[in-house]
């Protein structure tokens, strides 16, 4: 079945830096892609999210880029910092268009 | 704080009971969605409430059911428990049935232990 999963199960990155969370999906009619981030007892925060008659978004500190050849999505956070430490969901709506499929999750760490 | 409460947080059950959990949603939303997280995993889609009807259905077994009363808020209740509902639920408000161009806002979630 269609599903959306990511590269990487988890990520570590120093203070200041960069980090570029991946996630792929095989579902061709999704037409809306979400990032959420998710801390240690809390729900999905919603961070920023792509259309896909888009490539590329932004918001504060944050980019998504959408590869529709590839089926390939990639948050950017830039400056990383430690609030930023939590795992990060893609998710994405299909036809449906009543439900999110959330991938696995990326665990980002980001040492001081 | 995204104005989606739940409860309790935490419950402990045995195999075979019945559970209730409970969700408000954001003041002014109509929509409710549940979903089951298991420990490492992302979140996945139970079913759906707008209008006090299920509206959608992921896949799993009529053993999950649900509510939603007419003030928005809404119940998801397991009967017979397996030890794999071993899960955090989180509940989602919105504003319409249709989750495109809308963003759902989550709770903090139900934390359910099946001994």
């Known amino acids: 079945g269609e599903s959306v999963g990511l590269h990487l199960p988890t990520l570590s990155v120093q203070e200041g830096d960069n980090s570029i969370i991946n996630c792929a999906y095989s579902n061709s009619a999704s037409d809306y892609f979400i990032w959420y981030k998710q801390e240690s007892g809390k729900g999905p925060q919603f961070i920023i999210d792509i259309r896909s008659n888009m490539d590329k978004r932004q918001g504060q500190r944050v980019t998504v880029l959408l590869n529709k050849t590839v089926k390939h999505l990639s948050l950017q956070i830039a400056a990383t910092q430690p609030g930023d430490s939590a795992v990060y969901f893609c998710?994405?709506?299909?036809?449906?268009?009543?439900?999110?499929?959330f991938g696995k999750g990326t665990l980002l760490t980001v040492n001081p | 704080e995204t104005g989606v409460t739940q409860s309790p947080t935490h419950l402990i059950k045995t195999r075979g009971q019945q559970v209730t959990l409970r969700c408000s949603s954001q003041?002014?939303?109509?929509?409710v969605s549940w979903y089951q997280q298991a420990l490492g995993q992302g979140p996945q889609f139970i079913f759906q409430?707008?209008?006090?009807?299920?509206?959608g259905r992921g896949n799993f077994p009529p053993r999950f059911s649900g509510l939603q009363f007419p003030n928005y808020s809404s119940e998801l209740n397991v009967n017979a428990l397996e030890l794999d509902d071993s899960a955090l639920y989180l509940c989602?408000?919105?504003?319409?049935?249709?989750?495109?161009?809308?963003?759902?806002?989550f709770g903090s979630g139900t934390q359910l232990s099946v001994l």
């Open positions: 998710a994405e709506i299909g036809g449906s268009n009543y439900k999110l499929t």
């Open positions: 003041s002014g939303h109509n929509t």
């Open positions: 409430y707008y209008r006090e009807e299920e509206n």
């Open positions: 989602a408000s919105s504003l319409a049935g249709r989750v495109t161009n809308e963003k759902l806002f």
